[in-house]
């Protein structure tokens, strides 16, 4: 028995090592692959038992498979021959939008033993879009008493390639007054800026038409236009002003709509209706104008809907003050959103294994992932189960948990257990989130069966009819199912000149005892045997 229990120690030993090996590999650097946006067909990413270093029959027999994060990717993993193969057409601009790289991350599971691998893979942009203007046509009033080297910002085209393949400069069309600058925002952006070279004259020139091109980087690259209508306009020569060419202003996420973000100001010298200001937007995208409404009198910006700093973390906004006349003035508002703890954390199960054979050494029950959608302290999270149960749970990757035993079990003694999940934040308030699971222990047959008397004493009248039943015995076993199904036997007699065999019989199915023949007292008053 002492040898018995030594050798269950090392293989458990031996086991939870391997265990523990398996799963610090997933801590390693993420295997790294790209793909060409729009590929059509089945695109081959790489031969996942090469990189691996596997066997090619290994990935089959170790039930390799493939999980995508967030099931974005149609991967298909060949178990057979180790290929990994996309079978969709992608499109980096409805994936990722503006995010650069545009990576979607996968991991390769082996389930025996098990052992998984982080993996990445890389959307490459071609140049399918071309730059777009959102106005058919750009209306500028610009005073005849404007001084050459006067700037006036326009509003940029829009293209939703990235890098190279976005926009890279703006041309105007040649006329005597105008030339055109590409500048670049902070986000990255660029927009064209025209410059006034000459000095307009409204006598002899009333107004001009100019073609504005936008031109991205790609190759081939592709363009967009839109027409440019200047009307030179007498003099009203001064500008607003703003008091501040850039506001930044932190708003919490939960701010309710109608919430004041800032009041910006500007001033205009002039006199008369040629000094009254009026305050809009400038250079609006869709999700801006949505988001934020001005007061044109006040020069409040207030929200027109809730904010959601796991959507958008912060907003540029242009504002341009307009006189009566022709001018204008600009200046950015920085809006950064503030992250609330608004989020609960989210538990992801990935593999499960029920029921667990009673005695089996430390076993792993489930791999789940877990995940928060805020930031900082409201998006770092704890785990943990109920004190009381014979399980562990291990992390060797962040955010990524093992469910397993830290003893063998005994179903004898218990053969269900309800365990809780509990994935806390560190935010304020905190959020948690629970998932209960079944885990059943299936049977061994490591019981035998146990009498309820360790010796029985019958008595038989001599003279009896054959086959006469004496009595019974009566045993049980507390395994389930076929392991607990008891069968009767005679053991042969100890006295080698007793003739057991011939005197009684047992039902081996539940231990009825008869005698075989019609026993004489004087000749057998009593004898003894075993079951």
């Given at each position: 028995m002492?040898?018995?229990?030594?050798?269950?120690?090392?293989?458990?030993?031996?086991?939870?090592s391997?265990?523990l090996l398996?799963l610090?590999?997933?801590?390693a650097e993420p295997?790294?692959?790209s793909?060409?946006?729009?590929?059509?067909g089945?695109f081959?990413?790489?031969?996942?038992?090469?990189d691996l270093?596997?066997?090619?029959k290994e990935?089959?027999?170790?039930?390799?498979?493939?999980?995508?994060?967030g099931n974005k990717?149609?991967?298909?993993?060949?178990?057979?021959?180790?290929?990994?193969m996309?079978?969709?057409k992608l499109?980096?601009?409805?994936?990722c939008?503006?995010t650069?790289?545009?990576?979607?991350?996968?991991?390769?599971?082996?389930?025996n033993p098990l052992?998984?691998f982080q993996?990445?893979?890389?959307?490459i942009?071609?140049?399918?879009h071309a730059p777009?203007?959102t106005?058919?046509e750009?209306?500028?009033?610009?005073?005849?008493s404007?001084p050459?080297?006067?700037?006036?910002p326009?509003?940029?085209?829009?293209?939703?390639?990235?890098?190279?393949?976005?926009?890279e400069?703006?041309?105007?069309s040649?006329?005597?007054h105008f030339?055109?600058?590409?500048?670049?925002?902070s986000d990255?952006?660029?927009?064209?800026?025209?410059v006034?070279?000459?000095?307009?004259d409204?006598?002899?020139?009333p107004?001009?038409?100019?073609i504005?091109?936008?031109?991205?980087?790609?190759s081939p690259p592709?363009?967009?236009t839109?027409?440019?209508?200047i009307e030179?306009v007498?003099?009203n020569?001064?500008?607003?002003?703003?008091?501040?060419s850039?506001?930044?202003?932190?708003v919490?996420?939960?701010s309710p709509?109608?919430?004041l973000i800032?009041?910006v100001?500007a001033?205009d010298?002039d006199?008369g209706?040629?000094?009254?200001?009026?305050?809009s937007?400038?250079?609006?995208?869709e999700e801006?104008s949505k988001?934020?409404?001005v007061?044109?009198?006040?020069g409040e910006i207030?929200?027109?809907k809730q904010?959601?700093?796991?959507t958008?973390?912060?907003?540029e906004?242009?504002?341009?003050?307009?006189?009566a006349?022709?001018f204008?003035?600009?200046?950015?508002?920085l809006?950064q959103?503030m992250d609330?703890?608004?989020?609960a954390?989210?538990?992801?199960?990935s593999?499960?294994?029920?029921p667990?054979?009673?005695?089996?050494?430390?076993?792993v029950v489930?791999?789940?992932?877990?995940s928060?959608?805020?930031s900082?302290?409201?998006?770092?999270l704890?785990?943990?189960i109920?004190d009381?149960?014979?399980?562990l749970?291990?992390?060797?990757v962040?955010?990524i948990?093992?469910l397993?035993t830290?003893?063998?079990?005994?179903?004898?003694s218990r053969s269900?257990?309800?365990?809780?999940i509990?994935?806390?934040?560190?935010?304020?308030?905190r959020l948690k989130?629970?998932?209960?699971v079944t885990?059943?222990?299936?049977?061994?047959?490591?019981?035998?069966?146990?009498?309820?008397?360790?010796?029985?004493?019958l008595f038989v009248?001599?003279?009896?009819?054959?086959?006469?039943?004496?009595?019974?015995v009566n045993?049980?076993d507390r395994d389930?199912?076929?392991n607990?199904?008891v069968?009767?036997?005679?053991?042969?007699?100890?006295?080698?000149?007793?003739?057991l065999?011939?005197?009684?019989s047992?039902n081996?199915?539940?231990?009825?005892?008869?005698?075989?023949?019609s026993?004489?007292?004087?000749?057998?008053?009593a004898f003894?045997?075993r079951?």
């Amino acid at each position: 028995m002492e040898d018995s229990r030594k050798l269950l120690c090392r293989q458990r030993q031996v086991i939870l090592s391997f265990l523990l090996l398996g799963l610090s590999l997933v801590g390693a650097e993420p295997r790294r692959y790209s793909v060409v946006e729009e590929t059509v067909g089945s695109f081959f990413v790489t031969n996942l038992a090469t990189d691996l270093g596997l066997g090619q029959k290994e990935l089959s027999r170790r039930g390799a498979r493939v999980i995508s994060t967030g099931n974005k990717l149609r991967l298909h993993l060949d178990v057979e021959t180790g290929d990994l193969m996309l079978n969709e057409k992608l499109d980096r601009e409805a994936l990722c939008s503006d995010t650069e790289p545009c990576v979607l991350r996968f991991q390769a599971l082996l389930e025996n033993p098990l052992e998984f691998f982080q993996a990445e893979l890389q959307v490459i942009d071609i140049n399918d879009h071309a730059p777009v203007f959102t106005d058919k046509e750009i209306l500028l009033k610009i005073s005849e008493s404007s001084p050459p080297g006067t700037t006036f910002p326009l509003k940029n085209a829009q293209d939703m390639d990235i890098g190279r393949n976005n926009i890279e400069n703006y041309v105007i069309s040649s006329n005597a007054h105008f030339r055109v600058l590409t500048r670049k925002r902070s986000d990255g952006r660029k927009y064209p800026e025209l410059v006034l070279d000459k000095a307009l004259d409204r006598e002899e020139e009333p107004g001009l038409m100019l073609i504005l091109t936008a031109q991205d980087g790609g190759s081939p690259p592709r363009s967009g236009t839109v027409q440019v209508h200047i009307e030179v306009v007498d003099t009203n020569d001064n500008a607003p002003e703003f008091e501040q060419s850039l506001y930044q202003v932190q708003v919490p996420e939960d701010s309710p709509m109608g919430f004041l973000i800032v009041r910006v100001s500007a001033t205009d010298i002039d006199i008369g209706a040629n000094g009254e200001i009026s305050y809009s937007l400038f250079q609006v995208s869709e999700e801006i104008s949505k988001t934020f409404e001005v007061n044109p009198m006040t020069g409040e910006i207030r929200l027109k809907k809730q904010l959601d700093f796991e959507t958008i973390q912060s907003y540029e906004v242009n504002m341009e003050a307009r006189d009566a006349g022709s001018f204008s003035g600009k200046c950015t508002v920085l809006v950064q959103v503030m992250d609330v703890n608004d989020n609960a954390p989210e538990i992801s199960i990935s593999a499960f294994t029920s029921p667990i054979p009673e005695n089996s050494p430390e076993t792993v029950v489930a791999v789940f992932s877990v995940s928060d959608l805020d930031s900082d302290e409201n998006g770092k999270l704890g785990c943990s189960i109920q004190d009381d149960l014979p399980f562990l749970l291990n992390s060797s990757v962040e955010n990524i948990y093992t469910l397993g035993t830290d003893r063998p079990l005994d179903r004898e003694s218990r053969s269900e257990y309800n365990v809780t999940i509990t994935v806390t934040d560190l935010g304020t308030p905190r959020l948690k989130t629970q998932l209960s699971v079944t885990v059943l222990v299936s049977d061994v047959n490591d019981n035998t069966p146990t009498f309820f008397q360790s010796s029985y004493t019958l008595f038989v009248r001599e003279n009896n009819s054959p086959a006469l039943h004496i009595g019974s015995v009566n045993a049980t076993d507390r395994d389930s199912g076929t392991n607990a199904q008891v069968t009767y036997s005679l053991l042969p007699p100890q006295d080698p000149h007793l003739p057991l065999a011939s005197l009684v019989s047992i039902n081996a199915d539940n231990g009825h005892l008869f005698a075989l023949r019609s026993l004489d007292y004087e000749a057998l008053r009593a004898f003894e045997f075993r079951v």
